[in-house]
């Protein structure tokens, strides 16, 4: 049209003009191309022929209601290749009115439908697609494929507006939660970095504090000592005798201070033998340093130092479960736990232990 008005509004003195385009103008943006719900089904007869039902569809705001179903010859099928062929809609703006047709497809071993006609005049939409196969006599219903359904070839009319294009809210809404993710990644980020930090900082102090008073006991004692022999100079045997005990209880109490923060090591006797006085070494695989341990009932090991350490019995015929271990600060103050076994007779392997037969051994 030439003129851009609204509708509709009585004419005064012929300002305006409505024709019919002026109706589809008014319809396209209520109705969405397609067939409405349930209309223009098509289906088999049994023989080369099948029946398109009745109803109403919308082509770009001209609309028709096919009031009765019509039946649609097919051609007859080739005896050597497929086919398929393809019932239409077509809007004819030449002809003036909205028909159904059946395009005939090109004969194939691997055959496809022919492409729908959507310009000048005409305008497809595809109602159905039926596969002829070489020699058939008839269609049945498996034969015919509905694409009504398909909004690409055809469509429903199912509401009296087109979808909501929520795509610029979208684009808008990504861009928004993107830049926010961004900022939350960064602020984790940060977060990990300080909790790492601190972390870090905390072990350093506690080993600080550890190195600190384990030097502050060896110096006090070392001061004792140097006093205890200036006041042995100086005083008779019997007050040099007292200040020893006085010493023997300082030294004593720092002991147990230190045991109190070192890592206690703790063995039983699972070889139902006498074991005492036996010797094991205690070495840490990191620094080298050994401890020499002689078992006795009850007698423990306190070990300060941190590394990976393994336990190895001076006489053969005895083993040590477990025979490694780690020591680092999450386990300062706690207590470690080991067996001792008769090495003849056991056999281990990780953490387990058991009992084993010689082959050929008899039992009686």
């Not at 056991?346 to 953490?351: E, I, N, P, Q, T």
Request: charged share 20%; with cysteine; aromatic share 12%.
């Amino acid at each position: 049209m030439a003129e851009n008005y609204a509708y509709f509004y009585n004419s005064k003195n012929g300002d305006r003009v409505y024709n019919a385009d002026s109706m589809t103008d008014w319809l396209r943006p209520f109705f969405v191309t397609g067939v409405f719900n349930g209309a223009l089904q098509v289906t088999a007869n049994d023989d080369m022929t099948v029946t398109v039902a009745g109803g109403y569809c919308n082509i770009g705001g001209k609309v028709k209601n096919f009031i009765s179903a019509k039946t649609i010859d097919l051609e007859t099928a080739s005896g050597t290749l497929d086919r398929i062929d393809t019932v239409i809609l077509r809007r004819d703006d030449t002809e003036r009115d909205i028909y159904i047709i059946v395009q005939t497809g090109g004969y194939s071993s691997n055959p496809s439908p022919t492409p729908l006609v959507r310009s000048g005049a005409y305008y497809d939409l595809k109602l159905a697609e039926i596969y002829v196969a070489a020699g058939s006599i008839r269609i049945t219903q498996a034969e015919i494929t509905d694409t009504r359904a398909d909004a690409d070839v055809c469509g429903w009319v199912c509401a009296t507006v087109k979808e909501i294009d929520l795509s610029q809210i979208t684009a808008q809404f990504s861009a928004y939660f993107a830049q926010y993710q961004g900022k939350i990644a960064e602020q984790f980020k940060t977060y990990v970095a300080f909790m790492t930090n601190l972390e870090q900082q905390g072990n350093a102090a506690y080993q600080s504090m550890i190195s600190a008073f384990l030097d502050y006991a060896g110096t006090q004692e070392t001061r004792f000592n140097d006093l205890y022999e200036e006041m042995r100079e100086l005083i008779g045997e019997a007050t040099a005798a007292q200040l020893q005990n006085q010493i023997d209880e300082i030294n004593a109490k720092i002991g147990t201070a230190i045991e109190d923060l070192a890592t206690k090591l703790v063995f039983a006797n699972a070889t139902k033998e006498d074991i005492a006085g036996q010797k094991f070494t205690i070495t840490n695989a990191d620094t080298g340093k050994s401890t020499l341990y002689t078992y006795e009932d009850g007698a423990k090991v306190h070990l300060t130092e941190h590394g990976n350490y393994t336990i190895t019995p001076q006489n053969e015929n005895y083993s040590v479960i477990p025979h490694t271990f780690k020591i680092d600060h999450t386990q300062t103050t706690e207590t470690l736990n080991f067996n001792i076994y008769a090495a003849n007779g056991y056999a281990y392997v990780g953490g387990y232990v058991g009992a084993y037969v010689a082959a050929g051994s008899k039992t009686i």
